[in-house]
């Protein structure tokens, strides 16, 4: 069509996002799809942590995305604010991962020593001693910690969102519809249907987190991305902040830069109900005061869920959609969106552009879950 982008990008999240604005930094034309918000589901309602993955050159293809993902975030911390004019909340937030029992203690102590031979971050095992020294009300049931200096904080929200400023800046373009379906011409996606109306291009990148599915006109059909719910509670809580960011089986709490104590998290199948429930706010907050008795009695300010995208094998789907050309999805980062969300923008994006990604991402080739 005439005046078609060469991209679509169907999902507002930070891999869409992200997709958008590597592809607008490349020079292409771009129409970014979201029903609701840039924002407005799993990449606005994450935690927001970025931890430094210690001792790469395991030879794993997870960790190597991961490191990638990594590098792009600190290029992101120090230039979106300046491209987009939006505070994100990038700040270096050393993160402490707790060892809630002596096997956990052991198993951290043993991680540290594997993977700090030749490790350039500041990676240190602390005894509960030494890590009261750094945040005395974490509770004495803790056996010690897993420390990593190199670790980044974001505001979830004002960060994707900064990401598509930037991109919109560059000529990027925002459409409020939801996308119903692809347009096919034979074999090749030749573009979208969103809102009853078709709009064309030459690349459709579909990175709509649990939706990917449904938004894909049956071309993924049988492909297992499911919602995994988590939610987070805000807290008003008493005395001065906490200076780490703390996490302990599956969940964590920090002081984010808008003074609350921000804690989560939990991890449901509920299919695509996103609702806060009392259970879910009961549950966290009692894993929160369990590590961090000094909580207790703390005002809830804010009580949110989100659905993250999951993958039976826990890993990401990234690549071109089988028997659809000129498609690609990329989504199923699961608890890690924030985390992995700039790389698995960027790779996809340069799919889309016809290009050769730089890592080796067959882990993650869509094509593995075909005749699921």
């Known amino acids: 069509m005439a005046g078609s982008p060469d991209v679509i990008v169907v999902g507002g999240g930070i891999v869409g996002c992200s997709a958008a604005y590597y592809l607008t930094k490349q020079g292409a034309s771009v129409a970014l799809f979201e029903q609701d918000s840039v924002a407005g589901h799993a990449s606005g309602f994450a935690f927001g942590g970025v931890i430094k993955v210690v001792g790469g050159g395991t030879g794993d293809a997870y960790d190597r995305l991961a490191l990638y993902s990594e590098r792009l975030h600190f290029d992101l911390g120090g230039n979106i604010e300046r491209e987009s004019g939006i505070d994100t909340g990038f ?67 004002s960060y994707t969102t900064a990401i598509w400023r930037a991109a919109e800046r560059m000529g990027g373009t925002l459409h409020g519809r939801k996308v119903e379906s692809l347009v096919r011409t034979g074999q090749r996606v030749t573009g979208v249907v969103a809102g009853g109306d078709s709009f064309g291009a030459c690349s459709v990148i579909i990175a ?19 919602p995994l719910k988590g939610q987070i509670i805000r807290m008003r809580a008493p005395g001065p902040p906490i200076k780490i960011s703390l996490s302990w089986n599956s969940d964590y709490a ?25 259970e879910g706010r009961a549950a966290v907050m009692a894993s929160a005061v369990g590590v961090l008795p000094y909580l207790e009695g703390s ?15 826990g890993l990401p789907v990234i690549g071109p959609v089988p028997g659809a050309e000129g498609a690609f999805i990329s989504t199923g980062a699961g608890r890690n969106g924030i985390q992995l969300g700039p790389a698995m923008g960027k790779v996809v994006a340069e799919m889309a552009l016809g290009r050769e990604p730089r890592l080796d ?8 879950f075909a005749g699921v």
């Open 208 to 226: 709509a987190g649990p939706w990917s599915g449904s938004v894909s006109g049956g071309a993924l059909t049988g492909l297992p991305v499911t």
């Open 254 to 278: 920090t002081t984010k830069q808008d003074g609350l104590v921000w804690a989560g998290t939990t991890e449901e199948r509920a299919g695509f109900d996103d609702a806060p429930t009392p």
């Open 91 to 157: 700040r270096k937030m050393p993160h402490v991962s707790l060892a809630t029992s002596e096997a956990e203690a052991k198993f951290y102590r043993a991680e540290y020593r594997r993977r700090t031979g030749n490790c350039p971050v500041d990676v240190r095992w602390l005894s509960y001693g030494e890590l009261s020294h750094i945040e005395a009300r974490i509770s004495p049931e803790i056996f010690g910690g897993l420390y990593i200096g190199e670790a980044y904080d974001v505001q979830p929200a």
């Open 361 to 368: 991402l067959e882990f993650a080739d869509p094509a593995r």
């Open 299 to 313: 005002e809830v300010v804010r009580h949110t869920a989100c659905l993250r995208p999951i993958t039976p094998d």
